[in-house]
């Protein structure tokens, strides 16, 4: 070949298809790709130019492939040690990466005959690395027509537009195979159809009845009647040897907590595989490869409203009360719902749920002794979920997680916690021995122990610092961490890293919005629903963050498209589309 001849383009792709087969990161192919550099055009001074030729080739295709611009790539070697290592830059100096007016300078450096070979490179590789799934169509850029509006606005609605179309119909195909009712083949109303009925169903905050009717009215050929959702919604969440018909209700206490775990495995297998689908999706972009990666836990209530007393003078339940319904206590007020725990990536992550896990609790209306399950059960179940996706980094946790062994199961896996102490005396002068700022009103308490099986299991430190905050309990926030040891001026520090576990809230806000509505008693139709709903948020939230990418937009910056409008989409305006 010739100097900058078109064929090293070509070149570089099929050798790239050929990585793509084997390799797992697009930044991967890129740094194993053979530059034959030789080849083409840079006209620095190579013996006195900062960055090499081979470096900055390997950067311009990634920026090119990704369709991001200098300053965004600049911003990604300066924070992504992967990155740097991968395209050949000294690993040991990050603020020695290029900066957006050096990027710059090199580009006007390279002939047009050699950015030509780039950017034909780019794009071909770039398709190479969708067809092998080594990097999600998402995060591939969709160029506007140039030739087909000339107006900027327009065609930025127009590229949002598509770009959304197409992210869409990714989530939909993420969720719905990994939902199988098992029912028979020649069925009237397919899989899919059921599952874009919930769909509807969640942006109207309606019911399977009202949906059902609407269908009716309307001669929608897509939409069955409320028992047929019903039916299939309970054959989701069944397991193989189980019953669709019965209810919970229907069995003996003795077999309530087997068939309940049985439930939750079964969901839990489609929600697991679901969630390995969502953050293959961004695999390429690796949002968690380089960043400390924050999880949250914590607990939403979806209210019951049926009283649980036959006679609460003599102490008389109602026989056959939904036996996975416990009490909380919120704005001061007793009241009654099924409990449900999630894991939630928080911080600078795109705010994915994890895992979702029942909660049973005894309640005052069982007798002594019922079933439920520990807080150091579920927060380890949801742990184990947690890490078949994501290295974590810390875990922070809401008041109601304060356990012994709850921090036994976090600290074991070398992960740091953070929680707020539920009780604590009021008064400050009585934590005068403790170590204080000698500035600020805060104080420390260091090697607190924590025992487990009647031993000191790991000490932690107590973290005092004012507060006007309803929710904590007096002039006060006190927060325990297993960090090794907090001085007394990083206590601001820690607690505002505490309050990124706000996002959680957020999300169950979003959660609650579009569960649907149902007086269902079968905790099957009770827990897919929220497992359901939990996927559709993270749905909305993998598209936003896939927009956001597209688009050159903060991730951490408002949603692009509301829920409501993701969930509409996802379940009625995608079936008409395609």
Same mark, same amino acid.
């Given at each position: 070949?010739?100097?900058?001849?078109?064929?090293?383009?070509?070149?570089?792709?099929?050798?790239?298809?050929?990585?793509?087969?084997?390799?797992?990161?697009? &930044?991967?192919?890129?740094?194993?790709?053979?530059?034959?550099?030789?080849?083409?055009?840079?006209?620095?001074?190579?013996?006195?130019?900062?960055?090499?030729?081979?470096?900055?080739?390997?950067?311009?295709?990634?920026?090119?492939?990704?369709?991001?611009?200098?300053?965004?790539?600049?911003?990604?070697?300066?924070?992504?040690?992967?990155?740097?290592?991968?395209?050949?830059?000294?690993?040991?100096?990050? @603020?020695?990466?290029?900066?957006?007016?050096?990027?710059?300078?090199?580009?006007?450096?390279?002939?047009?005959?050699?950015?030509?070979?780039?950017?034909?490179?780019?794009?071909?590789?770039?398709?190479?690395?969708?067809?092998?799934?080594?990097?999600?169509? *998402?995060?591939?850029? !969709?160029?506007?027509?140039?030739?087909?509006?000339?107006?900027?606005?327009?065609?930025?609605?127009? =590229?949002?537009?598509?770009?959304?179309?197409?992210?869409?119909?990714?989530?939909?195909?993420?969720?719905?195979?990994?939902?199988?009712?098992?029912?028979?083949?020649?069925?009237?109303?397919?899989?899919?159809?059921?599952?874009?009925?919930?769909?509807?169903?969640?942006?109207?905050?309606?019911?399977?009845?009202?949906?059902?009717?609407?269908?009716?009215?309307?001669?929608?050929?897509?939409?069955?009647?409320?028992?047929?959702?019903?039916?299939?919604?309970?054959?989701?969440?069944?397991?193989?040897?189980? @019953?669709?018909?019965?209810?919970?209700?229907?069995?003996?206490?003795?077999?309530?907590?087997?068939?309940?775990?049985?439930?939750?495995?079964?969901?839990?297998?489609?929600?697991?595989?679901?969630?390995?689908?969502?953050?293959?999706?961004?695999?390429?972009?690796?949002?968690?490869?380089?960043?400390?990666?924050?999880?949250?836990?914590?607990?939403?209530?979806?209210?019951?409203?049926? &009283?649980?007393?036959?006679?609460?003078?003599?102490?008389?339940?109602?026989? *056959?009360?939904?036996?996975?319904?416990?009490? =909380?206590?919120? @704005?001061?007020?007793?009241?009654? *719902?099924?409990?449900?725990?999630?894991?939630?990536?928080?911080?600078?992550?795109?705010?994915?749920?994890?895992?979702?896990?029942?909660?049973?609790?005894?309640?005052?209306?069982?007798?002594?002794?019922?079933?439920?399950?520990?807080?150091?059960?579920?927060?380890?179940?949801?742990?184990?979920?947690?890490?078949?996706?994501?290295?974590?980094?810390?875990?922070?946790?809401?008041?109601?997680?304060?356990?012994?062994? !709850?921090?036994?199961?976090?600290?074991?896996?070398?992960?740091?916690?953070?929680?707020?102490?539920?009780?604590?005396?009021?008064?400050?002068?009585?934590?005068?021995?403790?170590?204080?700022?000698?500035?600020?009103?805060?104080?420390?308490?260091?090697?607190?122990?924590?025992?487990?099986? *009647?031993?000191?299991?790991?000490?932690?430190?107590?973290?005092?610092?004012?507060?006007?905050?309803?929710?904590? @309990?007096?002039? =006060?926030?006190?927060?325990?961490?297993?960090?090794?040891?907090?001085?007394?001026?990083?206590?601001?520090?820690?607690?505002?890293?505490?309050?990124?576990? &706000?996002?959680?809230?957020?999300?169950?806000?979003? !959660?609650?919005?579009?569960?649907?509505?149902?007086?269902?008693?079968?905790?099957?139709?009770?827990?897919?629903?929220?497992?359901?709903?939990?996927?559709?948020?993270?749905? &909305?939230?993998?598209?936003?963050?896939?927009?956001?990418?597209?688009?050159?937009?903060?991730?951490?910056?408002?949603?692009?498209?509301?829920?409501?409008?993701?969930?509409?989409?996802?379940?009625?305006?995608?079936?008409?589309?395609?």
């Amino acid at each position: 070949m010739s100097r900058d001849d078109p064929a090293v383009a070509e070149s570089l792709v099929v050798h790239a298809e050929a990585l793509c087969e084997r390799e797992n990161h697009l &930044w991967d192919v890129i740094s194993k790709l053979s530059l034959p550099v030789d080849l083409l055009t840079d006209t620095r001074n190579q013996s006195q130019a900062d960055y090499e030729t081979e470096e900055m080739v390997r950067s311009f295709l990634y920026m090119q492939i990704r369709g991001f611009s200098q300053n965004t790539l600049a911003d990604r070697l300066s924070t992504r040690p992967t990155l740097v290592k991968s395209f050949g830059f000294d690993i040991s100096d990050l @603020d020695g990466t290029p900066r957006q007016q050096e990027i710059s300078y090199v580009k006007e450096q390279f002939s047009d005959e050699t950015w030509e070979i780039i950017k034909a490179a780019a794009e071909g590789i770039g398709q190479a690395a969708v067809e092998h799934d080594v990097i999600s169509e *998402g995060l591939v850029p !969709v160029l506007p027509d140039e030739d087909a509006v000339e107006d900027d606005v327009q065609t930025d609605k127009e =590229y949002q537009k598509e770009k959304a179309n197409k992210l869409i119909n990714l989530a939909r195909k993420h969720v719905l195979p990994e939902f199988d009712t098992g029912r028979a083949a020649h069925r009237t109303y397919s899989d899919e159809a059921i599952l874009d009925m919930f769909a509807r169903i969640c942006a109207n905050k309606g019911s399977a009845h009202s949906e059902g009717e609407y269908g009716w009215l309307t001669d929608d050929d897509l939409t069955c009647d409320d028992e047929t959702f019903l039916r299939a919604i309970k054959l989701i969440a069944t397991p193989e040897d189980g @019953d669709a018909q019965t209810t919970l209700s229907d069995h003996a206490e003795a077999d309530a907590m087997p068939k309940i775990d049985r439930i939750r495995d079964t969901l839990m297998e489609s929600f697991d595989a679901a969630t390995e689908n969502v953050i293959n999706s961004i695999r390429g972009d690796d949002p968690f490869e380089d960043r400390k990666t924050i999880a949250a836990i914590d607990i939403t209530y979806e209210q019951y409203h049926v &009283w649980p007393w036959e006679d609460k003078d003599a102490g008389i339940p109602k026989p *056959g009360f939904p036996r996975m319904v416990s009490g =909380y206590k919120k @704005d001061d007020e007793y009241l009654r *719902g099924y409990k449900h725990a999630t894991i939630t990536l928080v911080g600078d992550n795109a705010p994915i749920i994890l895992g979702v896990e029942p909660v049973k609790e005894n309640s005052k209306w069982e007798p002594d002794g019922s079933p439920s399950y520990s807080k150091g059960d579920i927060v380890a179940r949801l742990l184990d979920k947690a890490q078949r996706f994501v290295d974590l980094d810390e875990v922070l946790l809401d008041r109601g997680f304060y356990s012994n062994a !709850v921090y036994a199961e976090i600290n074991d896996r070398d992960l740091l916690y953070t929680s707020p102490v539920p009780k604590y005396e009021d008064d400050f002068t009585t934590i005068k021995n403790i170590e204080a700022h000698n500035d600020a009103d805060a104080a420390v308490k260091h090697d607190v122990p924590f025992g487990r099986d *009647g031993e000191v299991h790991h000490t932690a430190e107590f973290l005092y610092t004012p507060t006007t905050s309803d929710d904590a @309990d007096g002039n =006060y926030a006190v927060f325990v961490t297993n960090r090794d040891r907090v001085e007394p001026e990083e206590i601001d520090k820690v607690c505002n890293t505490y309050d990124r576990r &706000w996002d959680i809230e957020s999300q169950f806000k979003s !959660v609650k919005s579009f569960l649907p509505k149902t007086s269902s008693k079968d905790y099957r139709v009770r827990l897919c629903k929220f497992v359901l709903a939990s996927l559709i948020y993270n749905l &909305w939230r993998l598209t936003d963050y896939l927009l956001k990418v597209a688009m050159d937009e903060d991730i951490r910056s408002p949603p692009v498209i509301t829920a409501k409008t993701f969930v509409r989409a996802l379940g009625e305006f995608l079936r008409d589309i395609g």
